[in-house]
């Protein structure tokens, strides 16, 4: 499969009075990842999901972690969503679609992505506890609802089975990296084309 002429990456800065992060990301790799967010758990999802997705991925971010994990894993989704809109630019090419079903043990999560350029969220993922070591499990709504706003894409995060919660949250992460890297695929059959019959995938 070809790859595009241009180099399909992003690196993007954002200071709030709340965090502080800078994250870059390129579609294109070989999943090479290097996360500091200051949540331990947070950093071994993102890690998932930049080595099952082979984006290479940097995110460095200081938050008000003080308070709660709230204000970093919610700024880090929309930081990281924001990377993958800016990187994929018109969307040409791409297959658009994605879709991955993956077993952790006894979890298994599924994940449904449509690059469309209309932001949503279907999320139905119950957690049996509400913490995995420090970190909120409530939290892990808000990241993905982050970054597929911000993406502008359309995912469905469905847990199918799984009781234990950190299982259930690395089946969803890794559901999510190997969906998008089917969706952000270079189509060798349709490689210049905008995969919409309205020519745009804007909302």
């Known amino acids: 499969m070809s790859q595009p002429a241009t180099p399909r990456r992003a690196e993007i800065t954002r200071t709030t009075s709340e965090t502080d992060i800078r994250a870059s990301l390129a579609l294109d790799g070989t999943g090479r990842v290097q996360v500091a967010t200051g949540i331990g758990f947070l950093d071994h999802m993102l890690t998932a999901l930049g080595r099952h997705a082979l984006f290479d991925l940097v995110v ?40 991955a079903v993956i077993p952790m043990d006894e979890a298994l999560a599924e994940a449904a992505i449509d690059i469309s350029g209309r932001p949503f969220l279907a999320w139905s993922v119950p957690f049996a506890r509400d913490k995995i070591g420090e970190m909120d499990t409530e939290l892990f709504e808000e990241f993905f609802r982050a970054f597929a706003f911000n993406a502008g894409i359309t995912l469905h995060l469905t847990l199918k089975a799984g009781t234990n919660a950190h299982h259930v949250a690395e089946a969803c992460f890794k559901a999510l990296a190997r969906g998008l890297r089917m969706a952000v695929e270079t189509d060798p059959r349709s490689p210049d084309a905008i995969p919409s019959t309205k020519g745009v995938l804007e909302a």
């Open 60 to 99: 460095e971010a200081k938050g008000d972690l003080h308070i709660d994990f709230h204000h970093t894993t919610e700024d880090v989704g929309i930081v990281l969503g924001q990377c993958l809109r800016q990187s994929l630019g018109d969307k040409r090419g791409i297959r658009r679609y994605g879709h």
